[in-house]
């Protein structure tokens, strides 16, 4: 869930460009793409709708990628996990048929976090209504059911997007941005600043890593002002929270009796959330992603800049493969 909504304005690109010898591929060896060894299945509550869902998650081919699939409505077509089928972000994170609004799926930002932080390239995602579950409102449970279910290592090479030119995207007071990388794994910081002083002001940093993942990111859950939830309800959203599921906040109060899971449980919980945002990439996206005040709105739009500009990315997997074959 996100706490900014609204549209961002076009996005601007600065000029540093990456060095000219971090074109060069580094010669390392590619990891191999993985899905589940087998299906795993569960039942939870809708964030936004109340309802009750069922989520089955089940092992796809090499190349295949996340794709999710409405198993309610006849004849649904496919959705695949990426940032040009993104319909929707205020609050969350929606893919969905534009061509048939009806076909969409909500709050997906947590599984697909969960999804990359284990390290899974392929899957099908079957859904019964039009959310995911929200489960504890953290990527906890799905890293469970992930574990659950196994890796499975395949026969392709992962897919890595390297960024190679400054990308960003701002709106009002708030700005994402994805800067080149010289490290092996992707470098995520974030800084949020909420006028409710039990938030206040906080920032975080870490790469990236299964382990960072689970032990950092993982745990942390999503959050509501108490004096937006009437107003989100006559949205007809927010419909299934509760104290069970996302941390509320009453200005210098933590309204759930077990309080927070740590001090800084909300900017993690931003940084998780665009970890599953830019997993949209379809790919590992090799970057470091700074932001301020972002949500998923800005996240997609900052993905939707990066692919706009054909020099600002390069797709490194055929590098990789051939570097590890030389």
Known sequence: MDN???EPTPYSKSAEILPATMRQMRTTNSPAQHTLHHAISAVGIGLHTGRSINLTMEPAPAGHGIVFQRTDLPDAAPLPARYDYVVETRLNTVLGDKNHPENRVATVEHLMAALCGCGIDNARILVDGPETPVFDGSAADFVFLLDCAGRKT??????????MEPVR?????AWVELLPNDGPTPHLSMSID???????TQSFALDLTPTTFRNDLARNRTFAMRQEIEALHQAGLALGGSLLNAIVVDNDHVLNPTGLRCPDEF???KIMDAVGDLYMAGAVLNARFRGYRSGHALNNQLL????????????TTNLQSASAAA
Request: avoid cysteine; charged fraction near 20%; proline fraction near 5%.
């Open 267 to 269: 900017i993690r919980h």
């Open 194 to 200: 909420f006028p409710a002083s039990a938030i206040g």
């Open 304 to 315: 939707h800049a990066l692919f706009a500009q054909s020099s600002a990315w390069q797709d």
């Open 4 to 6: 900014l909504s609204g």
């Open 169 to 173: 995207v701002d709106y009002k007071n």
């Open 154 to 163: 395949q026969d392709l090479p992962r897919r890595v997007i390297q960024v």
